[in-house]
């Protein structure tokens, strides 16, 4: 039996609301499901705007208020990042081609999905939106698919590796 992490990286823009949620959330899915000693998980950003800085505080109350707690600093994606994380899951289709073009000349073919692919009511639409220049509510709507999103991604590592 393999007994090396899985290793998910999440990734978005600025790794200060979307990624960090995610992480998050996977993070408290996998302690659930008594499975923490088996992953290792991270997010970053395809750029460098908000290096350093914590998760965005509505991104944070939001989760806090489903009883996740934010964790962590903004820091881009690396190529060490591509050669090392098993899953690359990004939230946009931005992201994707900007991972993409890392990638290329980094590792040709590392595993690269959107978050939104293990979400059961993305009816097609595989961008989780950027809530940074919106309200309070699209947070929560953020929330909510990531949510959905990570049950969905853990399901599938969870039966691709026999866990």
């Given at each position: 039996?393999?007994?090396?992490?899985?290793?998910?990286?999440?990734?978005?823009?600025?790794?200060?609301?979307?990624?960090?949620?995610?992480?998050?959330?996977?993070?408290?899915?996998?302690?659930?499901?008594?499975?923490?000693?088996?992953?290792?998980?991270?997010?970053?950003?395809?750029?460098?705007?908000?290096?350093?800085?914590?998760?965005?505080?509505?991104?944070?109350?939001?989760?806090?208020?489903?009883?996740?707690?934010?964790?962590?600093?903004?820091?881009?994606?690396?190529?060490?990042?591509?050669?090392r994380f098993d899953y690359i899951v990004v939230m946009d289709a931005q992201n994707l081609r900007d991972v993409r073009r890392l990638a290329e000349r980094v590792r040709p073919e590392p595993e690269i999905r959107r978050l939104r692919e293990f979400d059961a009511e993305s009816a097609g639409d595989l961008d989780v939106p950027d809530p940074y220049y919106g309200g309070e509510q699209g947070f929560e709507t953020v929330q909510r698919i990531v949510e959905r999103s990570c049950d969905g991604l853990l399901a599938h590592i969870r039966s691709e590796r026999s866990l």
């Open positions: 039996m393999n007994t090396d992490p899985i290793k998910v990286l999440f990734v978005c823009l600025g790794n200060i609301c979307r990624s960090p949620l995610a992480e998050a959330v996977f993070r408290h899915r996998v302690r659930a499901a008594g499975l923490e000693d088996r992953f290792e998980i991270d997010s970053a950003g395809t750029s460098d705007y908000h290096e350093g800085e914590p998760p965005d505080r509505r991104a944070a109350a939001v989760a806090r208020r489903h009883g996740i707690e934010l964790t962590g600093r903004s820091r881009p994606i690396t190529a060490s990042d591509l050669r």
